[in-house]
């Protein structure tokens, strides 16, 4: 599975984001995704997951009611839509998945930069 992040960028405090992140490959595996703020490979603080097929989600303490999580299965996407910003939410965001079957393992995107500046 092959997984490609966009929507990062610079906001200022109080100000929202959009991150997607297209999963391509051997989707039909797909068991849950989720965005963390560690490097890919090694356990990483999560921010939010969802669960492909459910649609249940979990977040960090400190996002909740901030940020919201969502998929769409069509497209293989996941979004994580961020609000009022802070700059404590700097950080590099990565896509995973977690993936069942003969492809299956746990996948990293390759990290989309969020920095929360005036």
């Known amino acids: 599975v092959q997984l490609v992040e966009s929507g990062g960028g610079l906001v200022q405090p109080g100000g929202s984001l959009r991150l997607s992140c297209t999963a391509s490959?051997?989707?039909?595996?797909?068991?849950?995704m989720g965005w963390d703020r560690r490097a890919p490979g090694y356990n990483g603080d999560l921010v939010a997951a969802?669960?492909?097929?459910?649609?249940?989600?979990n977040y960090a303490a400190s996002v909740k009611g901030r940020f919201t999580i969502s998929r769409d299965r069509a497209t293989n996407t996941m979004y994580l839509e961020m609000n009022d910003l802070t700059p404590e939410d700097t950080d590099v965001y990565y896509c995973?998945?977690?993936?069942?079957?003969?492809?299956?393992?746990?996948?990293w995107g390759q990290g989309t930069q969020v920095t929360v500046s005036s």
């Open positions: 490959g051997s989707t039909s595996g797909i068991a849950n």
């Open positions: 969802i669960t492909w097929a459910g649609g249940s989600t």
């Open positions: 995973n998945a977690r993936v069942y079957g003969p492809d299956g393992g746990n996948f």
